[in-house]
Structure formats: structure tokens, C-alpha cells
């Protein structure tokens, strides 16, 4: 399991992320989530799985007007890849 993890804007070890008890998908239940694929250190059709996201969010009215960063969130999961040490074999991404 990785050691490193991406929330709120920070990169975190795993054990000290923690949400609000204000966040929607705790109060709510709700939430989107997609995972991508990687394969020695590249994402596995990654636009597929940002447009799936993406509409996801607008489905649940949770997105913004502008949509998602797509590229921030690409460059987002290679630095998670990076960062676990996560470049050679099969890996995972999960973005929520």
C-alpha cells in the first residue's frame, strides 16, 4: 500500500490524512471516485479516465463550471507513482 498520498493540495504520508467532518462525502455518502491503471510508471489511458470523471462530478452537480484540472491531476498521480516508488510493474491510482 502506498506511503504517500495526495489530499487537500498536500502530499502526505497516508497515516497523518485526515478529512473533515465537514466533508461532503462523509456527511453525505456521496462521491466520485475513478481508478487508473499504470504500467511501469505510465498512466493507462488516462484522458478516458479524467472524461469519466469528470462526468461523474457533473452528474452529482459536484464539479465547477471550468471542470477539472486534468493536467494537474495527471501530474498529480505520476508524482504518487513516483513518490511510492510505484515505476516498474502494475500500479493503481485512485482519484476521489
Known amino acids: 500500500m502506498s506511503n504517500i498520498v495526495y489530499l487537500n493540495g498536500e502530499y502526505l504520508p ?8 465537514d466533508d461532503r ?3 453525505f455518502g456521496d462521491g466520485v471516485y475513478e481508478v487508473t ?3 511501469d510508471g505510465r498512466l493507462y489511458e488516462a484522458e478516458a479516465h479524467l ?7 457533473r452528474g452529482l452537480e459536484m464539479g465547477t463550471r471550468e471542470g477539472i484540472d486534468g493536467d ?11 513518490e511510492n516508488d ?11
Open 25 to 27: 462525502g462523509f456527511v
Open 14 to 21: 497516508r497515516a497523518e490524512a485526515r478529512i473533515s467532518v
Open 37 to 39: 491503471r499504470a504500467l
Open 51 to 57: 472524461e469519466r470523471l469528470e462526468r461523474g462530478l
Open 72 to 82: 494537474g491531476l495527471l501530474e498529480t498521480s505520476e508524482r504518487l507513482l513516483r
Open 86 to 96: 510505484l515505476l516498474q510493474g502494475h500500479a493503481s491510482v485512485y482519484s476521489r
